[in-house]
Protein backbone atom coordinates (compact mmCIF):
# COMPACT_ATOMS: atom_id res chain seq x y z
CA UNK A 1 0.00 0.00 0.00
CA UNK A 2 3.19 1.99 0.84
CA UNK A 3 4.32 1.54 -2.84
CA UNK A 4 1.32 2.43 -4.49
CA UNK A 5 0.39 5.83 -2.29
CA UNK A 6 3.94 6.92 -3.21
CA UNK A 7 3.23 6.15 -7.01
CA UNK A 8 -0.14 8.02 -6.58
CA UNK A 9 1.46 11.14 -5.01
CA UNK A 10 4.49 11.01 -7.94
CA UNK A 11 1.86 11.29 -10.42
CA UNK A 12 -0.61 14.05 -9.26
CA UNK A 13 3.21 16.45 -8.06
CA UNK A 14 4.20 15.99 -11.95
CA UNK A 15 0.40 16.95 -13.23
CA UNK A 16 0.08 19.76 -10.53
CA UNK A 17 3.46 21.01 -11.45
CA UNK A 18 2.23 20.73 -15.66
CA UNK A 19 -0.96 22.53 -14.47
CA UNK A 20 -4.06 21.97 -16.86
CA UNK A 21 -4.68 23.78 -20.17
CA UNK A 22 -7.88 23.71 -22.19
CA UNK A 23 -7.45 24.82 -25.61
CA UNK A 24 -10.38 25.54 -28.49
CA UNK A 25 -10.51 23.10 -31.56
CA UNK A 26 -12.86 22.70 -34.23
CA UNK A 27 -14.25 19.34 -34.48
CA UNK A 28 -14.45 16.00 -32.67
CA UNK A 29 -11.31 14.40 -32.72
CA UNK A 30 -10.35 10.45 -33.52
CA UNK A 31 -8.27 10.71 -30.63
CA UNK A 32 -7.88 13.52 -27.80
CA UNK A 33 -4.83 15.48 -26.94
CA UNK A 34 -2.06 13.65 -25.79
CA UNK A 35 0.15 15.90 -24.34
CA UNK A 36 0.45 16.00 -20.46
CA UNK A 37 -2.00 18.96 -19.28
CA UNK A 38 -4.05 19.54 -22.45
CA UNK A 39 -7.19 18.95 -23.02
CA UNK A 40 -9.33 19.96 -25.78
CA UNK A 41 -12.67 21.58 -26.30
CA UNK A 42 -15.35 21.33 -28.31
CA UNK A 43 -18.17 23.33 -28.74
CA UNK A 44 -22.05 21.94 -30.16
CA UNK A 45 -21.24 18.12 -29.92
CA UNK A 46 -23.88 16.01 -29.95
CA UNK A 47 -23.94 12.87 -28.33
CA UNK A 48 -25.73 9.97 -29.38
CA UNK A 49 -26.04 6.58 -26.99
CA UNK A 50 -27.35 3.41 -27.46
CA UNK A 51 -28.32 0.87 -24.44
CA UNK A 52 -28.96 -2.82 -24.76
CA UNK A 53 -32.52 -3.06 -22.85
CA UNK A 54 -32.49 -5.85 -20.15
CA UNK A 55 -29.15 -7.08 -20.40
CA UNK A 56 -28.79 -7.38 -17.21
CA UNK A 57 -31.54 -9.95 -16.50
CA UNK A 58 -29.97 -11.94 -20.06
CA UNK A 59 -26.71 -12.67 -18.28
CA UNK A 60 -28.50 -13.29 -14.78
CA UNK A 61 -31.14 -15.75 -16.28
CA UNK A 62 -30.04 -16.62 -19.75
CA UNK A 63 -27.04 -19.03 -21.12
CA UNK A 64 -23.56 -16.98 -22.08
CA UNK A 65 -24.02 -18.16 -26.00
CA UNK A 66 -27.62 -16.07 -25.85
CA UNK A 67 -25.89 -13.35 -23.81
CA UNK A 68 -22.76 -13.05 -26.53
CA UNK A 69 -24.71 -12.93 -29.29
CA UNK A 70 -26.85 -10.20 -28.32
CA UNK A 71 -23.97 -8.27 -27.35
CA UNK A 72 -22.25 -9.00 -30.81
CA UNK A 73 -24.89 -8.52 -32.68
CA UNK A 74 -26.23 -5.62 -31.24
CA UNK A 75 -22.97 -3.30 -30.42
CA UNK A 76 -21.51 -4.39 -34.30
CA UNK A 77 -24.93 -3.39 -35.65
CA UNK A 78 -24.96 0.02 -33.80
CA UNK A 79 -21.49 0.33 -34.70
CA UNK A 80 -22.28 0.59 -38.52
CA UNK A 81 -25.23 3.03 -37.82
CA UNK A 82 -22.70 5.36 -35.97
CA UNK A 83 -20.26 5.12 -38.64
CA UNK A 84 -22.85 5.67 -41.84
CA UNK A 85 -23.97 8.81 -40.72
CA UNK A 86 -20.03 10.00 -39.96
CA UNK A 87 -19.99 9.65 -36.09
CA UNK A 88 -16.50 11.12 -35.70
CA UNK A 89 -16.12 9.22 -32.51
CA UNK A 90 -16.93 6.15 -30.99
CA UNK A 91 -16.93 3.89 -28.06
CA UNK A 92 -18.79 1.27 -26.22
CA UNK A 93 -19.35 1.24 -22.89
CA UNK A 94 -20.37 -2.17 -21.38
CA UNK A 95 -23.56 -3.23 -22.89
CA UNK A 96 -23.92 0.47 -24.61
CA UNK A 97 -21.83 2.30 -27.53
CA UNK A 98 -22.56 6.18 -28.16
CA UNK A 99 -21.11 8.42 -30.91
CA UNK A 100 -20.09 11.65 -30.85
CA UNK A 101 -21.19 14.69 -34.08
CA UNK A 102 -20.03 17.58 -34.58
CA UNK A 103 -19.36 20.29 -37.55
CA UNK A 104 -22.21 22.24 -39.45
CA UNK A 105 -25.40 19.83 -39.15
CA UNK A 106 -24.31 17.69 -36.94
CA UNK A 107 -27.02 18.13 -34.35
CA UNK A 108 -29.66 16.42 -37.30
CA UNK A 109 -27.27 14.09 -38.89
CA UNK A 110 -27.22 13.03 -34.89
CA UNK A 111 -30.92 12.82 -35.04
CA UNK A 112 -31.21 10.85 -37.62
CA UNK A 113 -28.62 8.42 -36.82
CA UNK A 114 -30.93 7.71 -33.27
CA UNK A 115 -34.23 7.26 -35.50
CA UNK A 116 -32.50 4.45 -37.66
CA UNK A 117 -30.55 2.73 -34.86
CA UNK A 118 -33.63 2.50 -33.12
CA UNK A 119 -35.34 1.23 -36.56
CA UNK A 120 -32.48 -1.07 -37.11
CA UNK A 121 -32.41 -2.95 -33.82
CA UNK A 122 -36.01 -3.69 -34.26
CA UNK A 123 -36.08 -4.41 -37.92
CA UNK A 124 -33.16 -6.32 -38.45
CA UNK A 125 -30.62 -6.28 -34.98
CA UNK A 126 -33.45 -8.50 -33.37
CA UNK A 127 -34.87 -10.93 -35.89
CA UNK A 128 -31.46 -12.62 -36.47
CA UNK A 129 -31.17 -12.44 -32.88
CA UNK A 130 -34.08 -14.28 -32.36
CA UNK A 131 -33.03 -17.01 -35.09
CA UNK A 132 -29.59 -17.67 -33.36
CA UNK A 133 -30.16 -17.50 -30.07
CA UNK A 134 -31.95 -20.05 -27.97
CA UNK A 135 -34.30 -17.71 -25.78
CA UNK A 136 -37.45 -16.31 -25.27
CA UNK A 137 -35.62 -12.52 -23.99
CA UNK A 138 -36.68 -9.91 -26.61
CA UNK A 139 -33.45 -7.28 -28.07
CA UNK A 140 -34.59 -3.91 -27.51
CA UNK A 141 -32.81 -0.85 -28.02
CA UNK A 142 -32.97 2.51 -25.94
CA UNK A 143 -31.64 5.33 -27.49
CA UNK A 144 -30.16 8.48 -25.91
CA UNK A 145 -29.56 12.37 -27.45
CA UNK A 146 -27.97 15.64 -26.27
CA UNK A 147 -26.34 18.56 -26.97
CA UNK A 148 -23.17 20.48 -25.99
CA UNK A 149 -19.78 21.52 -25.07
CA UNK A 150 -17.32 19.01 -24.55
CA UNK A 151 -13.80 18.50 -23.07
CA UNK A 152 -11.21 15.43 -24.14
CA UNK A 153 -7.83 13.88 -23.51
CA UNK A 154 -6.14 10.85 -23.19
CA UNK A 155 -5.73 9.48 -20.04
CA UNK A 156 -4.27 6.65 -18.19
CA UNK A 157 -0.89 5.36 -18.25
CA UNK A 158 2.10 5.34 -21.01
CA UNK A 159 1.38 3.04 -23.69
CA UNK A 160 -1.84 0.86 -24.56
CA UNK A 161 -3.46 1.40 -20.66
CA UNK A 162 -4.61 5.48 -22.12
CA UNK A 163 -8.49 6.27 -23.48
CA UNK A 164 -10.24 8.90 -24.22
CA UNK A 165 -11.86 10.90 -21.41
CA UNK A 166 -14.64 12.87 -22.51
CA UNK A 167 -15.69 15.48 -19.34
CA UNK A 168 -18.88 17.54 -20.12
CA UNK A 169 -22.64 16.74 -20.16
CA UNK A 170 -23.78 15.41 -23.48
CA UNK A 171 -22.19 12.05 -23.18
CA UNK A 172 -23.36 11.57 -19.32
CA UNK A 173 -26.94 12.65 -20.03
CA UNK A 174 -27.63 10.58 -22.90
CA UNK A 175 -26.87 7.89 -21.46
CA UNK A 176 -28.90 8.48 -18.64
CA UNK A 177 -31.36 9.10 -21.66
CA UNK A 178 -30.99 5.47 -22.93
CA UNK A 179 -31.63 3.83 -19.78
CA UNK A 180 -34.81 5.80 -19.55
CA UNK A 181 -35.89 5.39 -22.68
CA UNK A 182 -38.68 2.00 -22.89
CA UNK A 183 -37.46 -0.31 -25.58
CA UNK A 184 -37.06 0.85 -28.92
CA UNK A 185 -37.15 4.42 -28.00
CA UNK A 186 -35.55 7.48 -28.97
CA UNK A 187 -35.43 10.07 -26.01
CA UNK A 188 -34.11 13.92 -26.62
CA UNK A 189 -32.98 16.18 -24.23
CA UNK A 190 -35.04 19.82 -24.09
CA UNK A 191 -32.22 21.58 -25.71
CA UNK A 192 -32.07 18.78 -28.61
CA UNK A 193 -35.74 19.18 -29.03
CA UNK A 194 -35.46 23.00 -29.14
CA UNK A 195 -33.24 22.79 -32.33
CA UNK A 196 -35.71 20.52 -33.89
CA UNK A 197 -38.10 23.15 -33.19
CA UNK A 198 -36.17 26.32 -34.72
CA UNK A 199 -35.13 24.31 -37.74
CA UNK A 200 -36.44 25.10 -41.38
CA UNK A 201 -39.88 24.13 -42.18
CA UNK A 202 -38.74 21.02 -44.25
CA UNK A 203 -36.39 19.79 -41.64
CA UNK A 204 -39.05 20.14 -39.11
CA UNK A 205 -41.57 18.40 -41.11
CA UNK A 206 -39.91 15.67 -41.31
CA UNK A 207 -38.44 15.42 -37.61
CA UNK A 208 -41.80 16.73 -35.44
CA UNK A 209 -44.92 14.52 -37.85
CA UNK A 210 -45.47 11.67 -38.82
CA UNK A 211 -45.85 10.93 -43.05
CA UNK A 212 -49.37 9.92 -42.84
CA UNK A 213 -49.16 6.49 -43.23
CA UNK A 214 -51.68 4.33 -40.97
CA UNK A 215 -53.56 0.70 -41.30
CA UNK A 216 -52.09 0.03 -44.77
CA UNK A 217 -53.19 3.27 -46.10
CA UNK A 218 -50.13 5.49 -47.53
CA UNK A 219 -50.08 8.90 -46.88
CA UNK A 220 -48.56 11.90 -48.50
CA UNK A 221 -45.58 11.89 -46.59
CA UNK A 222 -43.13 15.54 -46.78
CA UNK A 223 -46.33 16.97 -49.39
CA UNK A 224 -48.15 16.89 -46.47
CA UNK A 225 -47.79 20.09 -44.67
CA UNK A 226 -46.53 20.48 -40.91
CA UNK A 227 -49.30 19.90 -38.24
CA UNK A 228 -51.66 18.07 -40.88
CA UNK A 229 -50.59 14.63 -39.56
CA UNK A 230 -49.88 13.58 -35.76
CA UNK A 231 -47.23 14.76 -33.89
CA UNK A 232 -44.15 12.07 -33.21
CA UNK A 233 -42.98 13.18 -30.14
CA UNK A 234 -44.32 13.22 -26.49
CA UNK A 235 -43.24 15.44 -23.83
CA UNK A 236 -42.81 15.25 -20.12
CA UNK A 237 -40.84 15.94 -16.84
CA UNK A 238 -37.22 15.09 -16.45
CA UNK A 239 -37.32 12.24 -14.05
CA UNK A 240 -36.10 13.92 -11.05
CA UNK A 241 -34.39 11.32 -9.61
CA UNK A 242 -32.15 10.97 -12.33
CA UNK A 243 -30.51 14.43 -11.66
CA UNK A 244 -30.66 15.40 -15.08
CA UNK A 245 -29.83 19.30 -15.57
CA UNK A 246 -32.87 19.81 -17.96
CA UNK A 247 -36.43 20.49 -16.93
CA UNK A 248 -38.12 18.20 -20.11
CA UNK A 249 -37.69 15.37 -22.24
CA UNK A 250 -39.48 14.41 -25.58
CA UNK A 251 -39.97 10.26 -26.53
CA UNK A 252 -40.34 8.79 -30.09
CA UNK A 253 -42.04 5.55 -30.50
CA UNK A 254 -41.90 5.53 -34.06
CA UNK A 255 -39.40 3.67 -36.36
CA UNK A 256 -38.61 4.69 -39.81
CA UNK A 257 -41.91 4.13 -42.64
CA UNK A 258 -40.94 1.78 -44.96
CA UNK A 259 -43.03 3.81 -47.63
CA UNK A 260 -41.48 7.48 -46.49
CA UNK A 261 -38.56 6.72 -44.03
CA UNK A 262 -35.28 7.01 -46.39
CA UNK A 263 -37.06 10.43 -47.72
CA UNK A 264 -37.55 11.67 -44.22
CA UNK A 265 -34.09 10.45 -43.37
CA UNK A 266 -32.38 12.50 -46.06
CA UNK A 267 -34.29 15.67 -45.42
CA UNK A 268 -33.20 15.52 -41.52
CA UNK A 269 -29.70 14.66 -42.27
CA UNK A 270 -29.21 16.87 -45.16
CA UNK A 271 -31.82 19.97 -45.28
CA UNK A 272 -33.06 18.89 -48.52
CA UNK A 273 -35.21 16.86 -50.69
CA UNK A 274 -33.98 15.03 -53.49
CA UNK A 275 -35.12 16.39 -56.87
CA UNK A 276 -36.64 14.01 -59.51
Keep these: MDDVAAAVASQLNDQAQLGVQVTDIGNVP ?20 ADLKGSTRLNVSGS ?18 LDRFGARYVDIQGDGIFGLFSGPGSAFQAAACAVTMRTQAERVVAPRFDRDAATDWKLTAGVGMDRGTLLVRRLGLRGAKQNEVWA ?6 AAKLSSVAGANEVVVSDRVFSIFRGTSQLRRRALLWTCGCDDGITGGGLDIQEGQTPHLWDEEAAPPEMGLDIARIHRLQSKWCVVHGAEFCEVIATGARRVG
Aim: hydrophobic residues 45%; glycine residues 10%.
Design 30 to 49: ETGPANRGVWGRIQDVSAVF
Design 64 to 81: RQNAAYAYTYFIRAMAVV
Design 168 to 173: GRPVNV
